[in-house]
């Protein structure tokens, strides 16, 4: 889904997800700053990542000069080769997980492989084949700039290490003067293929983070909500 960004909250702006479940295609959001901009996950796909840049341009919001990845999933970090010249920051746990993908060889004989041998991977590993158009220009960039529990960026932005059944990496990143927590998808269950009976979303991490009693929430795959009175 080709969108403009949707300004949520003081210098917070979010690109939605595509409510297309199959598409895997999450939200993005920028938190806009004189100094530079910083990106809250690099988008689903080498594409989506110019789109958001020429929305980002087009918006008046100044250039991004940071990313921040909420955890290595593809469809959280695969439109990174598309941001030159940004500053990378991830967990460090990511930043292992990712370089180990990265030595993979992705392209579309690959992925039909994977799921024929694995059927459980077809969501997934479809949607990558729909997202990257051009299999020879891209690559799967690992942060550069790594951490193990929690980073203060420039303008107070918090960056904070959760990790969860969805991913050991999963990481929030907090915006205090913006009233926003980006959650990534530090709630959700395990991916598909990794799901077991009776995995679901996890609620005791939800009620926490909702009791640090900021105005918005923005998981990546769902509109920005509100936490109830």
Known sequence: MRTSLQHLSGRVWIHP????PDMIQGSVAVIADDAGSTLVDAGHSPDLARHIREMIAQAGLPPVRRLVYTHHHWDHTWGACAWEDVEIIGHALGHDLMAAEALRPWSPAYLREQIAADSRLGPSFRARARAVQDWD?????PASRTFTDRLTLTGGIQVRHLGGHH????????VPDSGVMLLGDCFYPPPLHLRRPGDGVDSHQIEALVGEGFAWYVDSHNPPWRPPR
């Open 167 to 174: 991913a050991p990496d999963s990481t929030v990143v907090a």
């Open 137 to 141: 220009a891209f690559t799967i960039v």
């Open 17 to 20: 997800a595509d409510p297309d």
